[in-house]
């Protein structure tokens, strides 16, 4: 049975289907879901339907079937033992046998990985995250997408995609010529050594909106800049190089801090002279047009965005966030070969993609362009325990800074709590991994779609669906090898004895229901399943570990039950670094 392996659902549903399609024709629905845990692993049901439509007896169709999955020859009734339940469900239950190959075979992260490559097998993905806005600090608004992204990034390299991450930031913008106009009023030199430069342009930039709110000779002055820095004056545009470099030293320390995984970093001002191309291409087909002074496209099949227009050039001819959206997807699939691009952000801009993503439809059809896969991954607001976004008690947003900080102090008065003897280099360590993992942790355990309240205590427990309960699961496996002397990467699989106890067979499916948990996590890029898979594993583990002993007489028991050990260490290890936390071994 070489055909039933990685994933199990998988190749029984693609056997399944071969099969019923000879026997019953295309009307069979061989889909392969979940089965009560008690009799079964999977379950088919499309006798029922396909029996009522022939007008037949179901129990006899799926009898039929059973017989035909057994004729074909493709399965080994040792490992997958099918059977027909009920009105005329056909049950697969994997055996023993199946359990104990599987965790020989798929022993270790490489292995994993080298069988999760045929998820996405190659397939070209351009990922585009954080891509924060220049000429400002990072906040707590700017957690989700350096956190979501990276697990995404991750999860698609590590499943087979060959991955490009395109940091897009928003480097170009009206408010460059507030921007400079405030430098320029208050004599302000800028230098990239100065630690405080960021800050200060933050500041720069406030009050400058301010007077050109409050005074429009103060405006007007703003908007010459602007015109000055597009039509490529040189003063204006070295203090803009100088911004962007600034905004960059700033970026690049956080990203590494948030072992961000960045490709490449283009952005916006990359793409302003490839825009007469979109607005000619769009022209061209019809798909945009003039209207009053600016141009944009209407989607006349949509219900809203039939009146509400995608503005692709202002009135006063520049481009906009469209614009260079609209040329950057023509330059991710004519540049990089882009199969399929993921953008990761705010759920406020879920209209502009929904716009940007039907325009490149019909532009690519028309112009014949090959089109790729679009997804917008987005995410909602995290919240204070007052319910409303979280600010600072003068109202601006926390800081990312800070606020790892923070996370960080707070985890090293637990840990130190927790083993006051560790030496202390050891202990800021751990505390780094233990804090900013447990705010990861935080944010990818929770629907990306819903909004969550922050709570530091509820992040940094060690129990519950937390990041320390899951790094003190491993670093606990670890000190079963450590107190035994042996390593965990030992073949135990030669000397195992057989999956017997009820324990071991539900640790055992909890295991090799991984590749279903990648399948189910990809399908809609929700972090959260993979994240409350591993916080059940942990759970079925701990049951397992409690009910049967490790250290035994018996060698082929021990070797089996410390290759459960094992392969449960190293998926959830596996599972962390996809999260972007490094398990720890001790702590
Ligand atoms: N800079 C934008 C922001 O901070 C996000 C850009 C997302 N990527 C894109 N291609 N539009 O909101």
Redesign the pocket.
Known sequence: MSNIWFHPAKSIEKIASSVAKECFGGEFDASVRAADPRFADFQINGALPFAKKAKKNPREIASNFVEELKKSGRFDESLVEISIAGPGFVNFKLSAEFLLKWLGRYKGEAALKDAAKSFYNGKKVVI?FP???TAKQMHVGHLRPMVIGETIQRLLRFCGADMICDN???DWGTNFGILIYGIKSENYKLDPENENALEDLERMYKAGSAKAKEDPSCADAARDELVKLQNGDPENTKLWNDIVKISKISFDKMYERMSLTIDTTLGESFYRDKVGRIYDELTEIGLACEDQGALVVFLKDHERFAKQPFIIRKKDGASN?AST?LA?VLYRVEHFGAEEIV?V??GR?QDHFQQLFLTVGKWFDAKGYRKPELRHVWFGTILGEDGKAIKTKSGEPVKLKSLLDEAVARAEKIVLAKTPDMPKDEIKKIAETVGVGALRYADLSQNRSGDYVFSWDKMLAFEGNTAPYLLYAVARIHSIFRKIGVQENSDFENDAANLETPQEIELARKLIALPGVFDLTLAELRPHLLCTYLYELAGVFSTFYNANKVIVEDKAVMAKRLMLCARTMEILETGLRLLAIEPLQKM
Do not use: A, V
Request: charged residues 20%.
């Open positions: 585009d891509s924060p806005n897009h930031i928003g966030y959206d950057t953008y952000t705010d801009q």
